[in-house]
């Protein structure tokens, strides 16, 4: 099989796990990939995938034509990348993910840097809280608040940190609020655990739990009570104040861009955009030596 149409939609129904799913990604109904998958299936005379409910899972056939469809895809990542690398006016769209707060309030009042320096690149935000996968091409780039464990196609490195500190409400007292936490999805974060004993040391749990850090600076600013912050983020919102000034706790950040993508000219470009954004958060990122090793 060698249409890369037909590998392409392979390739979604399995990284995705479900037609509908797998329609979001290629941007169609879900009806759609399914006709789609059953005229491949009787093409071949096989059948790829069986299913459990909504959930698609690749059989012994469906497993050889799927990474047979990667390494066509990793093919034509190459070709696009030698095309591009040849090519000055980088064009075409990068998915860059990050948690929301990062994304609506770093990223989003920088982009007219990048648009301007780039007016035919599309970037493509993805604010999520839970970890997209590079590998299954749910993003191109990812920044991340912990180091990266067990990468094999992914290249990283190490850009910078992010400081937390208490912060309450302008005009509230701070020894009356309650604290606002994470919730149990969540509880695992450096700042839930922290929150947790905080709320536990004033004697109840937090008034108010949400699942990102964007909800907390909401709620905050709200007078809900108080929190854990981002200070390259709470120290430029006017409504807000630092209960102490020490910092309580520091998150690395990551970088992270597939190893098939990093040659691309469009993806060098938003790598380099994200260096300049932290570069400029003078006393909040802290920038750390490259090697050889790590993504250039």
């Given at each position: 099989?060698?249409?890369?149409?037909?590998?392409?939609?392979?390739?979604?129904?399995?990284?995705?796990?479900?037609?509908?799913?797998?329609?979001?990604?290629?941007?169609?109904?879900?009806?759609?990939?399914?006709?789609?998958?059953?005229?491949?299936?009787?093409?071949?005379?096989?059948?790829?995938?069986?299913?459990?409910?909504?959930?698609?899972?690749?059989?012994?056939?469906?497993?050889?034509?799927?990474?047979?469809?990667?390494?066509?895809?990793?093919?034509?990542?190459?070709?696009?990348?030698?095309?591009?690398?040849?090519?000055?006016?980088?064009?075409?769209?990068?998915?860059?993910?990050?948690?929301?707060?990062?994304?609506?309030?770093?990223?989003?009042?920088?982009?007219?840097?990048?648009?301007?320096?780039?007016?035919?690149?599309?970037?493509?935000?993805?604010?999520?809280?839970?970890?997209?996968?590079?590998?299954?091409?749910?993003?191109?780039?990812a920044l991340r608040l912990a180091r990266p464990r067990g990468l094999s196609t992914t290249k990283a490195r190490r850009i910078g940190r992010i400081d937390y500190a208490a912060y309450a409400a302008r005009g509230r007292k701070a020894d009356?609020?309650?604290?606002?936490?994470?919730?149990?999805?969540?509880?695992?974060?450096?700042?839930?655990?922290?929150?947790?004993?905080?709320?536990?040391?004033?004697?109840?749990?937090?008034?108010?739990?949400?699942?990102?850090?964007?909800?907390?600076?909401?709620?905050?600013?709200?007078?809900?009570?108080?929190?854990?912050?981002?200070?390259?983020?709470?120290?430029?919102?006017?409504?807000?104040?630092?209960?102490?000034?020490?910092?309580?706790?520091?998150?690395?950040?990551?970088?992270?861009?597939?190893?098939?993508?990093?040659?691309?000219?469009?993806?060098?470009?938003?790598?380099?955009?994200?260096?300049?954004?932290?570069?400029?958060?003078?006393?909040?990122?802290?920038?750390?030596?490259?090697?050889?090793?790590?993504?250039?």
């Amino acid at each position: 099989m060698q249409d890369w149409d037909d590998l392409r939609h392979i390739l979604a129904i399995a990284r995705a796990g479900t037609l509908s799913a797998a329609g979001r990604h290629l941007r169609t109904h879900e009806t759609t990939i399914g006709r789609r998958l059953a005229a491949i299936e009787a093409r071949l005379g096989v059948r790829l995938f069986e299913r459990t409910g909504k959930t698609m899972h690749l059989t012994s056939a469906g497993d050889v034509a799927a990474a047979h469809a990667e390494r066509v895809e990793r093919e034509m990542l190459l070709l696009r990348g030698a095309i591009a690398g040849a090519d000055a006016d980088i064009a075409g769209t990068v998915r860059l993910t990050a948690v929301p707060i990062i994304v609506n309030r770093v990223l989003v009042p920088a982009l007219t840097a990048l648009q301007s320096a780039h007016p035919r690149l599309r970037l493509e935000l993805i604010a999520e809280p839970q970890d997209l996968s590079l590998s299954k091409r749910e993003a191109d780039i990812a920044l991340r608040l912990a180091r990266p464990r067990g990468l094999s196609t992914t290249k990283a490195r190490r850009i910078g940190r992010i400081d937390y500190a208490a912060y309450a409400a302008r005009g509230r007292k701070a020894d009356r609020l309650p604290w606002i936490g994470y919730d149990e999805a969540m509880a695992g974060l450096p700042q839930a655990r922290w929150l947790a004993h905080a709320a536990q040391r004033q004697g109840h749990p937090p008034s108010l739990a949400v699942n990102d850090a964007e909800g907390l600076l909401q709620a905050v600013r709200a007078g809900v009570g108080k929190s854990l912050l981002p200070c390259l983020v709470a120290d430029r919102e006017p409504g807000l104040r630092r209960i102490e000034t020490a910092t309580i706790l520091s998150r690395e950040l990551w970088l992270l861009v597939h190893a098939d993508l990093r040659p691309l000219a469009r993806v060098a470009a938003v790598i380099d955009w994200l260096d300049q954004v932290f570069r400029g958060d003078a006393g909040v990122y802290e920038a750390s030596p490259r090697s050889s090793s790590t993504v250039r």
